[in-house]
């Protein structure tokens, strides 16, 4: 009977973990059939294909498992059902963890997911990325956080590229190398248990990927880890690093052992290994002889290998556990937020210049249009405002590729218990208040007085108080459709297009009486309408509008302000309802974004 193996952590003692497949088959079926029976119900409608089909497998404490196959095996589906990723109604019989039915949402909390693709904040250094994920999934706060980072590193071997930044593609960054441990790093800073890797050698060269597996070796071997990854042509000395190989055919288990016991099968069945061939890559050359060989076992196990575990109780977490309270969740992540924003120069240094310039630029072509009387002189600050409100509204919509950057890593992070959603909605929101407030001002100071508007410190204030109230609209409603949108391109298209329908009925190319009663809806939607009247009311309202005369006739006053805005059906109480309106907007939008992203968490869950 095999011991019980133990890793030290600090603040107790940790549990190992063994997991087992009996009988285990997942097959695909069509949504109709899977809503009204479940995919192993009753009969559907069509004959469903099956991924995998009666798998019997299991991973073991101080082992790596390697789970390996042709393309199209089932090895990834293998895997994800294995870290809880697959909903259970949609598989049949069972996974257990130490003998025990498996609890999806506990056991993700305790184990590491490592997939196949890297998703890292780029303009975030290497220390930094693991000192974040460890913040988020560890309770001891900062010193317990650095702790733990700096022994990650020094495992991993990324000492040497700590200050550096992880970077995307080949010309800037770490290597390809450097960058798969750092994903393996992410998930390994809580000290996981279980480790699951969706091909750790994929894109790396000979020397990388043995130095990947050496290091999980060695982490299994030393602190007793569940290691179980895929893997599709490895060499020589990597297959050394395997304890168990589960070897799947169209989604069949041939082979659930060890390399020595694969080999004797090979022998048992005449096969001779070429001595340049490895045994797992001669295996699957071979593999529909190993189907035909019914006189040996799949399950046998060699006379060298243990038979039976014991069984080890896990460890039981609050349903509601996450390691930091949500007010911790929303300063750490405004802080990783802040990191990315003053890196990223064409949300922030690019996105500053430009409102400073698009200000003095509009200042100078409306010089002094406040200035002057008359309809043409009306139209041309009418013209100015809503201009305006096009170029603030749309200037925000460059932040939609970092908005489906994030949510890529919001989904795997949340699913692994680091944070709540709601912390992530609130902390971005926060973050981008004072960041939107100086944009707005540095668009606001050189335009509104070069213009001519209003001439007093509380115009130009409130004139600063709609812009800024504008940029965060938009910035709302972007993020709210960057939740919904599955690209950037189909987010370009819709955001783009609801915009321009936003301008459409807010009134200033057709007036509301004019809109078709069952188009009016969109009127009131429109994020132009209430800054665009805002401008307005700020322009020709209150005792200073009132003596300002817009048309003359005969030597004297035809319409002063006050006149405009009633024929505009304007009051002027709605200079502040509509800030009220506008802030609901705000709140609405992010509420949305919030719900959408919950719903995705939620799928990604079930």
């Given at each position: 009977?095999?011991?019980?193996?133990?890793?030290?952590?600090?603040?107790?003692?940790?549990?190992s973990?063994?997991?087992e497949?009996?009988?285990?088959?997942?097959?695909?079926?069509?949504?109709?059939?899977?809503?009204?029976w479940?995919?192993?119900?009753?009969?559907?409608?069509r004959?469903?294909k099956?991924?995998?089909?009666?798998?019997?497998?299991e991973?073991r404490?101080?082992?790596?498992?390697?789970i390996?196959?042709p393309?199209g095996?089932?090895?990834?589906?293998?895997?994800?059902?294995?870290?809880?990723k697959?909903?259970?109604?949609?598989?049949?019989?069972?996974?257990?963890?130490?003998?025990?039915?498996?609890?999806?949402?506990?056991?993700?909390r305790?184990?590491g997911?490592?997939?196949?693709?890297?998703?890292?904040?780029p303009l975030l250094t290497?220390q930094?990325?693991l000192?974040?994920?460890?913040?988020l999934?560890?309770p001891?706060?900062?010193?317990?956080?650095a702790?733990?980072?700096?022994?990650?590193m020094?495992?991993?071997?990324?000492?040497?590229?700590a200050?550096?930044?992880?970077?995307e593609?080949?010309?800037?960054?770490?290597?390809?190398?450097?960058?798969?441990?750092?994903?393996?790093?992410?998930?390994?800073?809580?000290?996981?248990?279980?480790?699951?890797?969706?091909?750790?050698?994929?894109?790396?060269?000979?020397?990388?990927?043995?130095?990947?597996?050496?290091?999980?070796?060695?982490?299994?071997?030393?602190?007793?880890?569940?290691i179980?990854?895929?893997?599709?042509q490895?060499?020589?000395?990597?297959?050394?690093?395997?304890?168990?190989?589960?070897l799947?055919?169209?989604?069949?288990?041939?082979?659930?052992?060890s390399?020595?016991f694969?080999?004797?099968?090979?022998?048992?069945?005449?096969?001779?290994?070429?001595?340049h061939?490895?045994?797992?890559?001669?295996?699957?050359?071979?593999?529909?002889?190993?189907?035909?060989?019914?006189?040996?076992?799949l399950?046998?196990?060699?006379?060298h290998?243990?038979?039976?575990?014991?069984s080890?109780?896990?460890?039981?977490?609050?349903?509601?556990?996450?390691?930091?309270?949500?007010l911790?969740e929303v300063?750490?992540?405004?802080?990783?937020f802040c990191?990315?924003?003053?890196?990223?120069k064409?949300?922030?240094?690019?996105?500053?210049?430009?409102a400073?310039?698009?200000?003095?630029?509009?200042?100078?072509?409306?010089?002094?249009?406040?200035?002057?009387?008359?309809?043409v002189?009306?139209?041309?600050?009418?013209?100015?405002?809503?201009?305006?409100?096009?170029?603030?509204l749309s200037?925000?919509?460059?932040?939609?590729?970092?908005?489906?950057?994030?949510?890529r890593?919001?989904?795997?992070?949340?699913?692994?218990g680091?944070?709540?959603?709601?912390?992530y909605?609130?902390?971005?929101?926060l973050?981008?208040?004072?960041?939107l407030?100086l944009?707005?001002?540095?668009?606001?100071?050189?335009?509104?007085w070069?213009?001519?508007l209003?001439?007093?410190?509380?115009g130009?204030?409130?004139?600063?108080?709609?812009?800024?109230?504008?940029?965060?609209?938009?910035?709302?409603?972007v993020?709210?459709f960057?939740?919904?949108?599955?690209n950037?391109?189909?987010?370009?298209?819709v955001?783009?297009?609801?915009?321009?329908c936003?301008?459409?009925?807010?009134?200033?190319?057709?007036s509301?009486?004019?809109i078709?009663?069952?188009?009016?809806?969109?009127?009131?939607?429109?994020l132009?309408?209430?800054?665009?009247?805002?401008?307005?009311?700020?322009?020709?309202?209150?005792?200073?509008?009132?003596?300002r005369?817009i048309?003359i006739?005969?030597g004297g006053?035809?319409?002063?302000?006050?006149?405009?805005?009633k024929?505009?059906?304007l009051?002027?109480s709605?200079?502040?309802?509509?800030?009220?309106i506008?802030?609901?907007?705000?709140?609405?939008?992010?509420?949305?974004?919030?719900?959408?992203?919950?719903?995705?968490?939620?799928?990604?869950?079930?």
């Amino acid at each position: 009977m095999a011991l019980e193996v133990k890793a030290p952590v600090s603040g107790g003692r940790k549990s190992s973990y063994r997991l087992e497949t009996r009988n285990l088959s997942y097959k695909l079926c069509s949504k109709f059939d899977e809503l009204n029976w479940g995919c192993f119900g009753r009969t559907p409608l069509r004959v469903p294909k099956f991924i995998l089909k009666d798998v019997n497998c299991e991973a073991r404490p101080g082992e790596i498992t390697a789970i390996a196959g042709p393309s199209g095996a089932g090895k990834t589906t293998l895997l994800d059902i294995l870290a809880g990723k697959v909903c259970p109604r949609e598989v049949s019989d069972q996974v257990l963890v130490n003998n025990r039915p498996m609890d999806a949402k506990h056991f993700r909390r305790i184990s590491g997911y490592v997939t196949q693709d890297d998703a890292l904040f780029p303009l975030l250094t290497v220390q930094e990325t693991l000192m974040y994920s460890a913040l988020l999934r560890l309770p001891g706060g900062q010193k317990e956080a650095a702790t733990r980072v700096k022994r990650l590193m020094k495992e991993l071997g990324l000492d040497h590229v700590a200050a550096s930044r992880i970077g995307e593609g080949s010309n800037w960054g770490i290597s390809g190398g450097e960058r798969r441990r750092v994903s393996i790093g992410v998930d390994l800073v809580h000290d996981p248990a279980v480790v699951l890797i969706d091909e750790p050698t994929s894109g790396l060269d000979s020397a990388s990927a043995l130095h990947v597996l050496t290091l999980l070796k060695s982490m299994a071997v030393n602190q007793g880890k569940t290691i179980i990854l895929t893997i599709h042509q490895p060499g020589f000395r990597i297959l050394e690093q395997f304890d168990r190989i589960v070897l799947l055919s169209n989604g069949f288990v041939m082979h659930n052992g060890s390399l020595h016991f694969l080999e004797e099968r090979l022998k048992f069945g005449g096969h001779h290994i070429p001595s340049h061939v490895n045994v797992l890559e001669f295996t699957i050359d071979v593999m529909e002889s190993l189907e035909d060989q019914n006189s040996v076992p799949l399950c046998l196990q060699s006379k060298h290998e243990e038979t039976c575990i014991m069984s080890i109780p896990q460890e039981k977490l609050p349903s509601c556990w996450y390691p930091n309270s949500a007010l911790q969740e929303v300063l750490i992540l405004g802080q990783r937020f802040c990191s990315n924003i003053f890196r990223t120069k064409q949300l922030f240094a690019t996105r500053i210049i430009q409102a400073l310039v698009a200000g003095l630029v509009l200042g100078t072509i409306f010089l002094n249009a406040g200035n002057e009387t008359g309809q043409v002189a009306l139209q041309t600050r009418i013209g100015f405002f809503a201009f305006s409100l096009t170029f603030l509204l749309s200037s925000t919509t460059e932040g939609l590729p970092i908005f489906l950057q994030e949510r890529r890593i919001l989904m795997r992070e949340t699913s692994k218990g680091a944070y709540r959603i709601s912390s992530y909605v609130l902390s971005n929101t926060l973050i981008f208040l004072p960041f939107l407030l100086l944009v707005g001002l540095l668009y606001s100071t050189p335009v509104y007085w070069l213009v001519g508007l209003r001439k007093d410190n509380a115009g130009f204030l409130y004139f600063s108080l709609v812009v800024w109230m504008v940029l965060l609209m938009s910035n709302s409603f972007v993020a709210c459709f960057s939740a919904l949108v599955p690209n950037f391109i189909m987010g370009t298209s819709v955001i783009s297009g609801l915009i321009g329908c936003f301008f459409l009925f807010s009134g200033y190319f057709i007036s509301k009486k004019n809109i078709p009663s069952y188009w009016i809806f969109m009127h009131y939607l429109s994020l132009f309408k209430y800054p665009f009247e805002c401008f307005l009311i700020n322009e020709y309202g209150g005792k200073q509008g009132s003596r300002r005369c817009i048309e003359i006739d005969k030597g004297g006053c035809n319409l002063d302000g006050s006149g405009f805005l009633k024929q505009q059906g304007l009051r002027e109480s709605q200079k502040w309802s509509n800030l009220g309106i506008m802030l609901s907007f705000i709140i609405g939008y992010r509420m949305l974004c919030f719900l959408i992203l919950w719903y995705r968490y939620y799928r990604l869950r079930r």
